[in-house]
Nanobody, 121 residues
């Protein structure tokens, strides 16, 4: 069973920083796109930052210049460094990955359980 496990969320003051991690495990053959989404109360889930299948990065306009996504392919892990956090960044952050397992050649999307990020003084 493929699992995505996120960590690193928490409570931080405005202007502070957090680093999220997401590790994929299980019968993985390859990982294609991988990234972070977030969902605030009463709002739809939205893209924060992600690596595309071609290896380039996409960022939401609201986080450009403040957040940085990085990836360790050897560890099947993606990170999100979040700096200059604002109250409007408060949300549950979800990891997403498109994975091919060792059992077949289908590309399937997986989600982590989410980690809460709260920015408040």
């Amino acid at each position: 069973q493929v699992q995505l496990v996120e960590s690193g969320g928490g409570l931080v003051q405005p202007g502070g920083s957090l680093r999220l991690s997401c590790a994929a495990s299980g019968p993985i053959f390859s990982i294609d796109a991988m990234g972070w989404y977030r969902q605030a109360p009463g709002k739809q889930r939205e893209l924060v930052a992600a690596f595309t299948s071609g290896g380039s990065t996409n960022y939401a306009d609201s986080v450009k210049g403040r957040f940085t996504i990085s990836r360790d392919n050897a560890k099947n892990t993606v990170y999100l460094q979040m700096n200059s956090l604002k109250p409007e960044d408060t949300a549950v952050y979800y990891c997403n990955a498109e994975i091919v397992t060792i059992y077949n050649s289908r590309l399937v999307g997986y989600w982590g359980q989410g980690t809460q990020v709260t920015v408040s003084s």
